[in-house]
């Protein structure tokens, strides 16, 4: 009798387990048309002008805004246009979101998502020259006072995935393995090499980065964004 109420228990968890495991979590849908995430976090657009770059982005930084009609032809979604400037020799723009109300400083919370495996999202748009992809950012559980967001701790070398050949003209529904797809760049410094099963664990933000010389442009859709 104990033996089947022990294995009764067992079947429980690994079912309980499963459901959990089967409950997305959602990044933004875009359906309550604002500049919020859809668990309180927040939309934004950067570029390299800190970096002294002169890439230029839309919406511009501290001013996001949301573009209509989403995928379904209705609604909204996440547009980010760019063209890489000239002075660094692979100059950036990008589009991201933090994933919680308190993601982003001062509180600076982590959101432990590694229990899912794959983020989902639905992309359109063009791609000229360059690359686009999809990173995972890796940042510090505090912040300094003062400062706009927690610092990263990989120096940027941070977990990406190659999206350009994603985008086309028409709505993709893009599906990505965060272990399988997702790989820190080859020029990651020793010091900065970090299990992603600790990135995973520790989430701020996710963005999707551009990167290119003189002139390549971007000009991307996202809308349905989630970690399954």
């Given at each position: 009798m104990k033996k089947i109420m022990a294995m009764a228990v067992a079947v429980m968890f690994v079912f309980s387990g499963l459901a959990l495991a089967a409950e997305p979590?959602?990044?933004?849908?875009?359906?309550?048309?604002?500049?919020?995430?859809?668990?309180g976090g927040w939309w934004y657009t950067y570029n390299d002008a800190e970096s002294g770059g002169n890439s230029e982005v839309w919406p511009v930084p501290g001013k996001?805004?949301?573009?209509?009609?989403?995928?379904?032809?209705?609604?909204?979604?996440?547009?980010?246009k760019g063209t890489a400037g000239n002075k660094?020799?692979?100059?950036?723009?990008?589009?991201?979101?933090?994933?919680?109300?308190?993601s982003g400083c001062p509180s600076a919370k982590p959101v432990n998502?590694?229990?899912?495996s794959t983020l989902q999202f639905k992309i359109k748009g063009k791609v000229s020259g360059g690359r686009l992809i999809a990173r995972l950012i890796y940042t510090d559980n505090k912040c300094k006072e003062g400062a706009n967001g927690p610092e990263t701790l990989t120096?940027?070398?941070?977990?990406?995935?190659?999206?350009?050949?994603?985008?086309?003209?028409?709505?993709t529904t893009v599906k990505l393995d965060l272990r399988k797809d997702f790989?820190?760049?080859?020029?990651?410094?020793?010091?900065?090499?970090?299990?992603?099963?600790?990135?995973?664990?520790?989430?701020?933000?996710?963005?999707?980065?551009?990167?290119?010389?003189?002139?390549?442009?971007?000009?991307?859709?996202?809308?349905d964004i989630q970690f399954n």
């Open positions: 979590f959602l990044v933004d849908d875009f359906e309550d048309g604002n500049v919020q995430t859809a668990q996001f805004e949301l573009s209509a009609p989403g995928s379904e032809g209705k609604g909204f979604a996440a547009r980010m660094l020799g692979w100059d950036f723009v990008g589009i991201g979101a933090t994933l919680k109300f308190d998502l590694k229990n899912y120096e940027w070398a941070d977990y990406e995935c190659g999206i350009t050949s994603k985008v086309s003209a028409d709505w790989k820190q760049p080859k020029w990651t410094k020793k010091e900065n090499v970090v299990p992603i099963e600790k990135v995973l664990e520790n989430m701020h933000n996710v963005q999707f980065h551009f990167s290119g010389p003189d002139g390549d442009t971007v000009d991307i859709w996202l809308d």
